[in-house]
C-alpha cells in the first residue's frame, strides 16, 4: 500500500472464515474516477487495490463499500470496486431523492445492496455534509427502494435517530445505523433515553447497528468511553450488528491500525459464537453473499 494510508498489521487472533469488513471506502484512481467539486474535505487516494492489500493483511474475504461524501452521487468509484470481485464485494451507493427506478435498479444490478443517507448536522460542515443525501431523500425513495431490495444506511446523532425513528421504521426498509448510532459520551450516556430510542428497536430486530468505536471516542486508543455502548449493543441483540474498520480512516488526526481494533473488539467481545455473527454470520444475512 502506499505510504498515505495508514498502518495495518494483522490481528492477534485470526479472523473466522468468510469475515466480512462491513463498512470501508475508496478513493481513485482520480485519474479515472474524479471527487466531486462540491464536497466538505478532499481525501488522499486510497484505491480498490490498497483496499484489497488492506483485506488480505486482515484476513477479511468480503467487504461492503460505502459510498464517500466526497463523490457525492457519482458510485462509478465503488461499483468498479465491486465489479472487481461481485461475489465477495457489495457497495452502499448514494442517491438523490430525485434518482429514478431505473437509476435504482441500475445500482442493484452493479452491487449496490444499499443507499447512506446522513442526517448529520455539524458546525464543522455548516449543515451536512456536501454531497450526501438526507432523511427527506430516503422517504422519497423509499418505495422503489424496496421494489430492488436495497437497504437504507444511515448516519446521524442519537437524538436524530430518537426524533426520526418512527418514521424510519415506518419506511418498512432493513435499516442499518452507522458508526454505534453516534452513540458516544458526553453527549448520550448508555442510560439515556435518547440511546434507548436506538436499544429498542434493536432488541426487536428491527435495525441493524454497525459498530465502530472511533468516530465518537475520546480516549483512543484504549476508547474507554465507548465500552458501555458497545456492551449495550452486545446484550440488546448480537444477531443485527456488523463490524468494520472505516478504512482509510479519513478525517482523522491519529489514524488507528485497523488491527489493533480488531484486537479491541476481541478484548470486549471474546466469546467465539458472538464474534462469528458479527464479523461472518450477520453480514451474509443483510449483504445476500453467496455462504
Not at 8 to 26: I, K, Q, S
Given at each position: ?58 484476513g477479511f474475504q468480503r467487504a461492503v463499500i460505502v459510498q464517500p461524501t466526497a463523490y457525492g452521487d457519482d458510485?462509478r468509484c465503488i461499483m468498479d470496486a465491486v465489479a472487481r470481485d461481485p461475489e465477495r464485494r457489495r457497495a ?91 452513540a458516544g459520551a458526553p453527549t448520550v450516556a448508555a442510560d439515556d433515553p435518547l440511546f434507548d430510542a436506538v ?93
Amino acid at each position: 500500500m502506499t505510504t498515505h494510508l495508514p498502518t495495518v498489521t494483522p490481528p492477534r487472533r485470526p479472523l473466522p472464515p468468510g469475515a466480512c469488513d462491513a463498512h470501508a471506502h475508496v478513493f481513485g484512481p482520480y485519474a479515472r474516477f474524479p471527487l466531486g467539486e462540491v464536497r466538505s474535505y478532499t481525501p488522499p487516494e486510497a484505491t480498490a487495490d490498497d483496499h484489497q492489500a488492506m483485506l488480505d493483511v486482515l484476513g477479511f474475504q468480503r467487504a461492503v463499500i460505502v459510498q464517500p461524501t466526497a463523490y457525492g452521487d457519482d458510485n462509478r468509484c465503488i461499483m468498479d470496486a465491486v465489479a472487481r470481485d461481485p461475489e465477495r464485494r457489495r457497495a452502499i451507493g448514494v442517491a438523490t431523492g430525485e434518482a429514478s427506478a431505473d437509476r435504482l435498479a441500475a445500482l442493484a444490478a452493479g452491487g449496490v445492496a444499499g443507499l447512506r443517507f446522513v442526517e448529520l448536522i455539524s458546525q464543522r460542515y455548516a449543515g451536512r455534509p456536501k454531497g450526501s443525501s438526507g432523511f427527506a431523500d430516503l422517504e422519497r425513495l423509499a418505495p422503489a427502494m424496496r421494489a430492488y431490495g436495497i437497504h437504507a444506511q444511515l448516519f446521524a446523532k442519537t437524538e436524530t435517530y430518537a426524533e426520526w425513528m418512527p418514521r424510519l421504521l415506518a419506511l418498512d426498509l432493513p435499516l442499518v445505523l452507522d458508526h454505534m448510532a453516534a452513540a458516544g459520551a458526553p453527549t448520550v450516556a448508555a442510560d439515556d433515553p435518547l440511546f434507548d430510542a436506538v436499544l429498542g428497536p434493536l432488541r426487536e430486530g428491527r435495525i441493524w447497528v454497525k459498530l465502530a468505536v472511533i468516530r465518537h471516542s475520546a480516549n483512543p486508543p484504549l476508547y474507554a468511553d465507548a465500552r458501555p455502548f458497545h456492551d449495550a449493543f452486545m446484550a440488546a441483540n448480537g444477531d443485527r450488528l456488523l463490524w468494520g474498520t472505516d478504512w482509510p480512516l479519513v478525517n482523522m488526526e491519529n489514524r488507528p491500525d485497523p488491527g489493533r481494533l480488531i484486537d479491541l473488539f476481541d478484548a470486549w467481545t471474546p466469546d467465539e459464537t458472538a464474534r462469528r455473527k458479527v464479523f461472518v454470520d450477520n453480514p451474509l444475512a443483510l449483504y445476500g453473499f453467496t455462504a
